[in-house]
């Protein structure tokens, strides 16, 4: 009689419990159910029976997050354009530049993952850990109001700020992407692009490439929507990951200035970040 070996599972490292610790580092007291809210992945939540996920604090913290670099960007760089406002607000509240924030704070080792999601690396990706920076931004908020979460968030955004710099004037996105890889010393970009759908609803949907590497996609209904998109989107990910490169904004660098010589949120996340 042949007897069958059982296979036994593979048991990803729990997350981290000592939560006095990231609110240590993320600068300021949640309540403790918001806070548990904010960790738990959908994942974490089917796995437990379907609990309440953090879809809806994220929801609730891209908002916040939004407006507050809005209205940083706006009272900061009075001499900058709308479009290149929007740009640099692009860069600052995009995927890879949330993930940096989460990395520096330590913040994937609290998220509360399925088996199945940690093992397979949930906790370095970058989806992941933005969309667990909106939550947290988002529970911040409901546990303080918006006037005590503002200064959270300027201060987790600040270094991104400092560098969501573009140059020229009424620049699209694609000249922007060239000029910024470019300043890089990369290969110009190049976008590859294919329709779908019904003829009476055509889409497109567009990959930016430099070299072998894709940077950004997007969809729209024109190619040349669709090219704007991914070069939106490959733009915002080329700045979080290598920087500006001297690309500079009339008056940004003044601004900079003044800011660092009156001492304003400049110092990125709090400088217990790494405290233990």
Sequence with gaps: MMVRKSKSRVKAPAARTDREVLLNRWGIKIDPE????????RSWAHEQGGLPTNERLEFLGDSVLGLVVTEE???????????????????TVSEPALAQIAQQLGLGEFILLGNGEAITGGREKA????DTVEAMIGATYLTHGFN???????VLVSGFLNRAQVRGGAMDWKTSLLELCNAHGLGAPNYEVE????D??????????VGDHELGSGEGSSKKAAELVAAESAYA???AEKGDAGLALPGVNEALAADQAHGSLLGGVPANATDD
Excluded at 200 to 209: E, G, I, L, M
């Design 127 to 130: 989806s992941i850990l933005s």
């Design 195 to 198: 329709g779908f759908g019904p």
């Design 200 to 209: 009476h609803s055509r889409r497109f949907r567009a990959c930016a490439r």
């Design 34 to 41: 918001l806070l548990e809210l904010a960790l738990t992945h």
């Design 73 to 91: 960007l706006y009272t900061r760089f009075p001499g900058v354009s709308e479009g290149q406002l929007a740009k640099m607000r692009s860069a």
């Design 148 to 154: 005590a979460t503002r200064p959270v968030v300027q």
């Design 237 to 239: 990910r080329l700045l």
